[in-house]
């Protein structure tokens, strides 16, 4: 997958690419990906300095998307809202552990 953020966006989501579900093996929850980037604010940096680290770089090439990769789409990632959400659509939550007319017999 090819990701790309801008400065600021540490914590992202890319569904159906993380870890296969509890009881359906064949759904996949979130991916997160961590984003630890520090860039310098506009204007920290003379105009004339970042054309000599322009011209110290390689140039610009735009990504070439080739067959392999897959285009993904990242989404804001609150981790206290998506801890219990793993398990909001779990059926046993529904019908309890058992599931539906298991009941325990009294003596």
């Known amino acids: 997958a090819v990701v ?10 890319i569904m159906s690419e993380g ?3 509890l009881r359906d093996p064949f759904s996949k ?5 961590q984003f ?10 003379p105009s004339a ?11 610009r090439e735009p990504i070439e998307k ?6 993904v789409m990242l989404s804001d990632y609150d981790a206290s809202a998506s801890a219990h ?8 939550d529904e019908n309890g552990p058992g599931g539906p007319g ?3 017999r009294t003596q």
């Open 29 to 33: 929850g979130k991916l997160i990906v």
């Open 4 to 13: 790309s953020t801008q400065s600021g966006h540490y914590g992202r989501g």
């Open 85 to 92: 959400q793993a398990y909001a659509d779990d059926s046993d």
């Open 36 to 45: 630890n980037v520090e860039f310098p604010e506009k204007g920290d940096i």
């Open 49 to 59: 300095t970042l054309q000599q680290i322009e011209t110290l770089l390689p140039p």
């Open 66 to 71: 080739k067959p392999e990769m897959e285009e």
């Open 19 to 21: 870890m296969p579900l």
């Open 102 to 104: 298991v009941q325990c």
